[in-house]
Nanobody
Framework: QVQLVESGGGSVQAGGSLRLSCAASRYTDSTYCMGWFRQAPGKEREGVASISYRFGITRYTDSVKGRFTISQDNAKNTLYLQMNSLKPEDTAMYYC????????????????WGQGTQVTVSS
């Protein structure tokens, strides 16, 4: 089992920044891929960014390219999401996820999920 705990959410004005963190209890073959997802009320869960643990290859959904950066600190077993130039449409619950398959942006690729951290962006 892998436990994931997110932190760093909050309320900011449009144009502001936040950095989300996700502490993983351990890295194993089951955490080959790590990702950030978000879900707004009434909407489906959306993949935001992913990273492969071994090679550091990253993927982003189009709406956050150039604004968000996913990174990891392997020594600390921690995943990050730096979010800049935040927009009201970025408002959602953000989830950290881990999986051992393809490092895509589809939720079905991931087996372990954190409890989520709320991000609210006001205009």
């Amino acid at each position: 089992q892998v436990q994931l705990v997110e932190s760093g959410g909050g309320s900011v004005q449009a144009g502001g920044s936040l950095r989300l963190s996700c502490a993983a209890s351990r890295y194993t073959d089951s955490t080959y891929c790590m990702g950030w997802f978000r879900q707004a009320p009434g909407k489906e869960r959306e993949g935001v960014a992913s990273i492969s643990y071994r090679f550091g290859i990253t993927r982003y959904t189009d709406s956050v390219k150039g604004r968000f950066t996913i990174s990891q600190d392997n020594a600390k077993n921690t995943l990050y999401l730096q979010m800049n130039s935040l927009k009201p449409e970025d408002t959602a619950m953000y989830y950290c996820a881990a999986g051992g398959g393809l490092c895509g942006l589809g939720p079905s690729h991931y087996n372990y999920w954190g409890q989520g951290t709320q991000v609210t962006v006001s205009s």
